[in-house]
């Protein structure tokens, strides 16, 4: 079982920037893609980024240019660097991986909340 921890998320300015990070909790599985997902109050939720283990990324249109993820196969960490944050941006970030050795099942951890004040 893969247990996600995420952690910095927060109260921000517009403009203003954060990190996320996240990481197993209690296991070392090796991971395969990891990413971050985000759901606003009455919104479904939304792919925001994701990273394969190669390093390869792919990033919702609403995010281009201003998030960044990263990811730390060592520690099977991952990290979203949000920049230039819009009020937009207001959601709980989600993080999510799945097994190197069990693809297509998908892990979440529990949420952190990321507000961005106009």
């Known amino acids: 079982q893969v247990q996600l921890v995420e952690s910095g998320g927060g109260l921000v300015q517009a403009g203003g920037s954060l990190t996320l990070s996240c990481g197993q909790s209690?296991?070392?599985?090796?991971?395969?893609?990891m990413g971050w997902y985000r759901q606003a109050p009455g919104k479904q939720r939304e792919l925001v980024a994701t990273i394969t283990r190669d390093g390869t990324t792919n990033y919702a249109d609403s995010v281009k240019g201003r998030f960044t993820i990263s990811r730390d196969n060592v520690k099977n960490f991952v990290f979203l660097q949000m920049n230039s944050l819009k009020p937009e941006d207001t959601a709980v970030y989600y993080c999510n991986a799945d097994r190197w050795d069990y693809r297509g099942y998908d892990y979440w951890g529990q949420g952190t909340q990321v507000t961005v004040s106009s």
């Open positions: 209690g296991s070392s599985f090796r991971l395969n893609v």
